[in-house]
């Protein structure tokens, strides 16, 4: 398509040079070169348009750190727009609790003529009347401040989600930075190998080293390619996973986490991660406005047992003359005095206040548990850095030097690469396990930790 687009715009340069140029400028040496250098100066024209044009179609990568991740998940996160739906359906229930009943109109006609023989306003009764009804009991009042309740109930359940969806996110951030890492490894290793073997090749045709020799570090090859490959299909998973929790068309988005795994260390108190649990849990607050909501139901339902009033006024005209009535009306509770309602929002104020017993001991044990296994992994990154990464790359430097120089063998040079190999990716996992630990730690207290 580039090709043709420059042949296009080639064209359409080139022809009003062409009309231009006569032609016995053109049989001159002084015409030729003008009319060369205008058809140079057209053509690198329609490249640079050429590859302006693809620049545009072809949609930029862009690298996100942590916080904008988490930001560009905020606005775009289906599950998060479906969650503000939900707040915005109770509010609507507050706007429904403030109405009050509509009054009612009434006519009625009778003793209508049906032979229409006589006049027709001489002996019929009309009767206009409009009623209304007065809640009782303070319905009104309660009912908003029921409304209230499940509204902040729908928020602190939103907040819920988000607290959830929020540390799903970070796990994927992190799932593709190790990826990355592990490929950026594999690559590097690839590379290294390539050079040893490029060199052991060399010796091989000075017969300083065997066919044998050879042979192995060729086979040992396929391995350090299939880790690329290995690694790249990894990493492009973890990618589209990360695309799709950040929302909107993963597909058509080419965005990509920023940064590598590093290792910052972190201190933390029991007793503080406690109390900054018990006051900062969005479960636990959503238990804690459930029992609220459920004590607003209660007297709801216990004002809704007492009837409503109803008032009306009316005009009866029979015949000629006015008859003026007024109306009182009221339902006798000796049934139905909204037994079961009232058992009900008593039953779901105890369910609320044991879900709050069962989360408090629930939060104290995922914070002890996360902080258990923060500490596991902070003393197992901390081993890596004592020295063992220092003395890998020693090995493995020196048993090179040692291969070149015709002291060490293949076995030894493969056996170093092999052990740096698996020590960085082991020391990539131990920094994801500290990040995924301290995510544990910040979901179980609802704070965030890093700095």
Not at 76 to 95: C, M, P, S, Y
Not at 130 to 155: D, M, P, Y
Request: proline residues 3%; glycine residues 4%.
């Amino acid at each position: 398509m580039r090709f043709l687009a420059c042949l296009v715009l080639f064209s359409l340069a080139s022809s009003p040079i062409m009309a231009q140029q006569s032609s016995q400028e053109r049989k001159s040496w002084p015409g030729l070169n003008s009319y060369l250098s205008d058809l140079v100066k057209a053509q690198q024209q329609a490249r640079q348009q050429a590859q302006q044009a693809a620049n545009a179609a072809t949609p930029q990568k862009k690298d996100l750190t942590l916080a904008d991740a988490v930001d560009l998940f905020l606005q775009q996160n289906l599950e998060i727009v479906a969650g503000r739906f939900d707040i915005e359906t109770a509010d609507a229930e507050k706007l429904t609790a403030r109405l009050r009943p509509n009054p009612e109109l009434s006519a009625s006609f009778d003793n209508l003529p049906l032979d229409f023989s006589g006049p027709f306003f001489s002996e019929q009764e009309i009767a206009y009347g409009v009623s209304q009804t007065f809640e009782l009991g303070g319905k009104r009042r309660k009912r908003i401040n029921a409304a209230n309740a499940n509204a902040e109930l729908a928020r602190a359940s939103f907040q819920v989600t988000m607290w959830k969806l929020t540390d799903d996110l970070k796990r994927k951030f992190y799932v593709a930075v190790l990826a990355s890492d592990l490929l950026k490894l594999a690559n590097e290793n690839q590379k290294t190998f390539e050079e040893i073997l490029k060199h052991t090749t060399e010796q091989f045709r000075q017969g300083e080293i065997s066919g044998l020799d050879l042979r192995r570090l060729e086979v040992e090859k396929l391995k350090f390619d299939t880790d690329v490959a290995n690694s790249r299909r990894d990493y492009e998973v973890a990618l589209r996973d990360f695309r799709l929790v950040l929302g909107g068309d993963y597909r058509s988005m080419d965005a990509a986490p920023a940064g590598t795994l590093d290792y910052q260390p972190y201190g933390f108190v029991l007793a503080d991660l406690r109390d900054k649990s018990l006051a900062s849990r969005p479960d636990l607050r959503a238990a804690r406005i459930s029992e609220l909501a459920a004590d607003s139901s209660i007297k709801l339902q216990d004002a809704q047992r007492i009837p409503d009033l109803n008032v009306g006024v009316g005009l009866k005209r029979v015949v000629v003359d006015n008859v003026y009535s007024f109306a009182l009306g009221i339902t006798l509770p000796v049934f139905d005095r909204n037994q079961g309602e009232r058992v009900k929002a008593l039953i779901q104020k105890k369910r609320a206040q044991n879900d709050q017993k069962i989360l408090t001991n629930l939060v104290l044990s995922d914070v002890e548990k996360a902080l258990a296994s923060f500490e596991s992994q902070k003393s197992r990154v901390e081993l890596y850095r004592t020295g063992v990464l220092t003395k890998v790359e020693e090995i493995q430097n020196l048993t090179d030097f040692s291969f070149k120089a015709g002291e060490g063998t293949v076995l030894d040079l493969l056996d170093a690469i092999r052990t740096r190999r698996e020590t960085l990716a082991s020391y990539y996992q131990a920094l994801f396990d500290y990040e995924t630990s301290l995510l544990d730690l910040e979901l179980a207290t609802a704070t965030p930790l890093q700095k």
